[in-house]
């Protein structure tokens, strides 16, 4: 685990968020905090709200009431400025599927001014991907890995990732967090991460949170929720027992 950073501001901070669609409430009172430099997990089933959460966070949709601010700012007002410093990677791929990766990134280089060719070029390198190869015939993870050179090619100083391993394989998973852990150590990117991947996220995350029903069922250090549960359960569970047990009404953490 990674040594916390501290800085006045947290990157993330969310106050009693509340999110209906017409008369259907899809998240209820949440609150959040994500410190700047750290790693947060946000767990829970399809359907929890954690896409609708992500959505809100990026500005794309306003909620219904509390309040969000990332790097200190309001998403839904000022959701341009933010974007040149917010990199995110969506569940599924949103990228022209006929174009060559090479015009992508040139494309993607005129919306930031914080492009860093020298980066993007070398991740594509490391990942073995060539320019001229077009995205529609790339594999599932080399997608993801696509989508995440792209996202970190301003260096970021928040990346939102919105379950980006689903669907990958063993190694994919673990080559792509190996790739976010990388760009942590080198920039201290703070990290916001929707997963269903909870072996691979708990060698990742510093905090977790679990929605359920649009309900916050647990926002703790991961640490703190491991030291909780193996003083129940009377030794250190995994993550997935912790998330399951929580889920089927074990007690709150």
Request: aromatic share 6%; with cysteine.
């Amino acid at each position: 685990m990674r040594e916390e950073q501290h800085e006045a501001k947290p990157a993330i901070r969310v106050q009693g968020l509340e999110m209906s669609f017409g008369r259907k409430k899809v998240l209820r009172e949440i609150s959040l905090e994500v410190e700047a430099g750290s790693v947060y997990a946000l767990l829970g089933r399809n359907g929890a709200g954690k896409s609708t959460l992500v959505r809100v966070l990026l500005g794309q949709i306003r909620a219904s009431g509390g309040d969000v601010e990332l790097l200190g700012r309001d998403p839904w007002k000022e959701r341009r400025g933010l974007m040149e410093e917010i990199g995110y990677v969506p569940e599924a791929p949103d990228v022209p599927p006929e174009l060559p990766l090479a015009d992508v990134l040139g494309f993607c280089s005129r919306l930031h001014r914080r492009w860093n060719e020298e980066l993007a070029l070398s991740r594509l390198e490391h990942f073995g991907l060539g320019g001229k190869i077009r995205f529609s015939t790339l594999s599932r993870g080399q997608k993801a890995q696509f989508q995440l050179i792209v996202a970190l090619a301003f260096e970021p100083r928040l990346l939102i990732l919105d379950d980006p391993t689903l669907g990958l394989d063993a190694l994919a998973r673990r080559e792509l967090y190996e790739e976010v852990v990388r760009d942590l150590a080198d920039h201290g990117t703070t990290v916001l991460l929707t997963t269903h991947d909870l072996d691979g996220v708990e060698r990742l995350a510093d905090r977790v949170g679990i929605l359920d029903g649009g309900v916050m069922l647990c926002d703790s250090k991961l640490e703190d929720l491991k030291m909780e549960w193996t003083s129940r359960l009377g030794g250190e569970p995994a993550l997935e027992e912790i998330f399951i047990k929580l889920l089927s009404g074990g007690g709150a953490a």
